[in-house]
């Protein structure tokens, strides 16, 4: 027999087999930097402990309360422990005993909706049960970098190697371990963040990671001045291109796909099995750019159990609901951005 169990915060499932969303790196920014209140279970076949899960309750006077594993990650929050398969029959007993934890957890928090990110490993006949609504609004693009870097580009698209030709002339890059340098160059990120009339990340989230080994900063330069930053992490043999910002200044330089080179180099060349450019949307102009290095398309599947009679989840890719704070974040002064912006974000567990 296999069920959840939940567990203290005191003594979280042991992590071996988790997404980084679930390791203590990840678990520590949620509730240092975001205050959320984190809760644990273990999945366990009889007796015994064989993986985990974890989400956040994530309270709002803004969107509600959700149940969200994990907050800005699309990651799985459940996980097995390494060498441990389900068998045909454990995944509906497992829905199952997840179903009665949340169903629990949702009576006790208030929660509109819970929202599994990732959970494939939950329904792996296909679209899930009536309890369930899925939606797959984003993609992300992965390169096999266990292939040598001279097989990877020659699928890039004929652009990106014109483009790269003049980067190469123009543009070095570096990478830095230490947290203090990402503070320089939190402006590039909150510019561009302005530009998408987006809320950004308070540079916190950032510091955080680094200091935690998960996160690797890699700047981009012209002329010796900073033009552009990607802020990657790194974990289970898998390089997470999470964050690609530039100044608008320096655009006909081409740092940021400088950057997306660079560190597509790097990552075949110190052995990791992939490159992960992260969530786009399909038919976006993100999603336009990043295609042309000719990643694996694979779909990133939510999972929702609505609570609330007329609480729509919202999973809205096109942001139309944000219509207006978007047209203000676009010309709000930076000042303003950096500080409300990260609350924003906060709230939106996203």
Not at 204 to 215: K, P, Q
């Amino acid at each position: 027999m296999i069920k959840l169990e939940p567990c203290s915060p005191l003594d979280p499932p042991q992590e071996p087999g988790a997404a980084y969303s679930c390791i203590s790196a990840w678990s520590g920014l949620c509730r240092e930097i975001y205050h959320y209140e984190l809760r644990y279970f273990l999945i366990r076949r009889d007796s015994s402990a064989i993986g985990g899960f974890c989400c956040a309750v994530v309270r709002s006077a803004l969107f509600g309360t959700r149940l969200i594993s994990m907050p800005f990650s699309d990651e799985a929050g459940l996980w097995l422990s390494p060498g441990t398969a389900l068998r045909p029959e454990e995944p509906a007993a497992l829905r199952d005993s997840l179903v009665s934890c949340l169903d629990s957890l949702a009576a006790e928090t208030g929660a509109d909706y819970a929202e599994l990110r990732g959970a494939d490993a939950l329904f792996p006949e296909g679209p899930p049960d009536g309890r369930f609504l899925a939606k797959a609004p984003y993609l992300r693009l992965v390169l096999d970098t266990a292939l040598p870097y001279e097989t990877l580009r020659g699928k890039f698209h004929i652009n990106l190697i014109k483009n790269l030709r003049k980067a190469d002339k123009f543009v070095t890059v570096r990478e830095t371990r230490e947290p203090a340098e990402f503070t320089p160059v939190y402006n590039i990120y909150l510019q561009q963040m302005r530009s998408f009339g987006s809320p950004p990340l308070p540079a916190e989230h950032f510091r955080h990671l680094m200091r935690a080994g998960l996160g690797r900063l890699f700047i981009a330069s012209v002329d010796g001045k900073p033009a552009a930053l990607l802020f990657a992490l790194e974990f289970d043999g898998t390089f997470f291109a999470d964050v690609n910002a530039g100044l608008p200044e320096f655009e006909t330089f081409f740092p940021k796909i400088k950057l997306f080179d660079e560190t597509i180099r790097l990552a075949c060349r110190e052995g990791l099995r992939r490159y992960d450019f992260m969530r786009t949307r399909p038919g976006s102009g993100v999603y336009e750019h990043k295609k042309k290095w000719a990643g694996k398309e694979i779909p990133i599947r939510y999972y929702f159990r609505v609570y609330k009679e007329g609480k729509d989840p919202g999973l809205d890719p096109a942001q139309g609901r944000f219509a207006l704070p978007s047209l203000l974040l676009r010309f709000a002064p930076l000042s303003l951005l950096k500080a409300a912006g990260p609350l924003l974000r906060r709230h939106a567990g996203k």
